[in-house]
């Protein structure tokens, strides 16, 4: 089975750079050649909706002239790529607060996130300005803003008020460049995902990467707290 929603943390764009004496923003910077390749094998494999975290609400509190850099390269991707995404029928949307992106973002992602609407091929999401933890608490106060009464909250409102709401079930979770955390990323979204790790650095992970993870989730078993004979039993109904 292919997953719909595939969700990538890029890591290690810094230590790609470092181990080959480059400044960090090198590692930035092929690591955007990385998300190019990458968006082009989903579509083409018929991912429904890839979300991509790019940065995160912590990595605010990184150097300013790599957040600078961080900025510069977003807006770049965004122009540069304007015409593929549109030219595939790519929809493009962003998670997280990106209110606080500078101008130099915002206006390039609203413009696409605008024209892209329409779009139907695939959903590629961008997390920008993004942390788990803030998504729930927004969701927390939408839902006490509404009045809505302790008794009628479900899973499926909170899930109505975050901002995934609208993309399939998050399926697989790849992290690469050998961390094993989450670090603030889709932790309500996450709770049945499958788990990716791969040691390869992100401006190493190129489409056969994605492929071989594809292949991971192909052989697993989600039984979603069931056991496998329960599961046997419903392919067979
Ligand atoms: C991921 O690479 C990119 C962002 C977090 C923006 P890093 O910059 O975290 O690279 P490492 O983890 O330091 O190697
Ligand atoms: C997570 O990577 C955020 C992104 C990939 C955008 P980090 O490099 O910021 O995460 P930590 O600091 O290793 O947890
Ligand atoms: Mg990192």
């Known amino acids: 089975m292919q997953p719909r929603h595939v969700a990538i943390i890029m890591d290690g764009n810094g230590r790609w750079a470092n181990t080959r004496g480059l400044p960090r923003v090198e ?12 968006v082009r094998a989903a579509r083409q494999v018929g991912i429904e909706c890839l979300t991509l975290y790019a940065f995160s609400s912590q990595n605010w509190q990184r150097p300013l002239d790599e957040v600078e ?31 606080r992106l500078p101008a130099i973002v915002r206006e390039p992602l609203d413009a696409l996130i605008r024209d892209s609407s329409q ?27 509404s009045r809505i009464p302790p008794e009628a909250l479900t899973e499926s409102t909170i899930s109505s008020y975050l901002p995934t709401r609208d993309l399939p079930p998050l399926d697989l979770l790849i ?14 979204e996450a709770a049945y995902a499958e788990l ?18 594809l292949e991971a989730y192909a ?10 004979e329960q599961l046997r039993a419903k392919a067979n109904e």
């Open 27 to 38: 590692g930035h910077r092929k690591g955007a050649e990385s998300v190019r390749d990458v």
């Open 69 to 99: 850099a961080l900025m510069q390269l977003l807006r770049e991707y965004l122009l540069e790529e304007r015409q593929e995404i549109m030219e595939n029928d790519i929809r493009l949307i962003a998670i997280g607060h990106i209110e």
């Open 119 to 145: 779009n139907k091929s695939m959903t590629l999401c961008l997390a920008l300005s993004y942390g788990a933890r803030e998504a729930l608490v927004d969701a927390a106060r939408a839902a006490i803003r």
């Open 175 to 188: 992290r690469t460049s050998g961390e094993q955390r989450i670090s603030n990323f889709l932790l309500w």
């Open 196 to 213: 990716y790790f791969t040691d390869t650095l992100w401006p190493d992970f190129r489409r056969g990467e994605l492929y071989t993870a």
């Open 219 to 228: 052989g697993r078993e989600r039984r979603f707290g069931l056991t496998s």
